[in-house]
């Protein structure tokens, strides 16, 4: 069973960053690919961005050139650095984890961690 904790959302100001974590447990392969989803209220979840424990990344579109994903393999544990952050990226984010990039799901029950961007 894979369990994954967030931390590291706040309030912040255009233009401003936050970084979030993500704790992960579980098997190897449950866990080989971590990542983020953001859900905006009204709107659907999207994957913001994605990475496998051997380093391979993806990105969304709308967040390229501004945010970074890594993760320390030794301690199970993914980051999502946000740099010039905008109104628009206010949303919960939850952390995700897969077999592979493709396959990243947010587990049920998951909390996320609440950013808010003020203009």
């Known amino acids: 069973q894979v369990q994954l904790v967030e931390s590291g959302g706040g309030l912040v100001q255009t233009g401003g960053s936050l970084r979030l974590s993500c704790a992960a447990s579980g098997s190897i392969f449950e866990i080989n690919a971590l990542g983020w989803y953001r859900q905006a209220p009204g709107k659907q979840r999207e994957l913001v961005a994605g990475i496998t424990r051997g380093g391979s990344t993806n990105y969304a579109d709308f967040v390229k050139g501004r945010f970074t994903i890594s993760r320390d393999n030794a301690k199970n544990t993914v980051y999502l650095q946000m740099n010039s952050l905008k109104p628009e990226d206010t949303a919960v984010y939850y952390c995700?984890?897969?077999?592979?990039?493709?396959?990243?799901?947010?587990?049920?029950g998951g909390q996320g961690t609440q950013v808010t961007v003020s203009s």
């Open positions: 995700a984890a897969g077999i592979r990039l493709s396959t990243v799901r947010v587990p049920p």
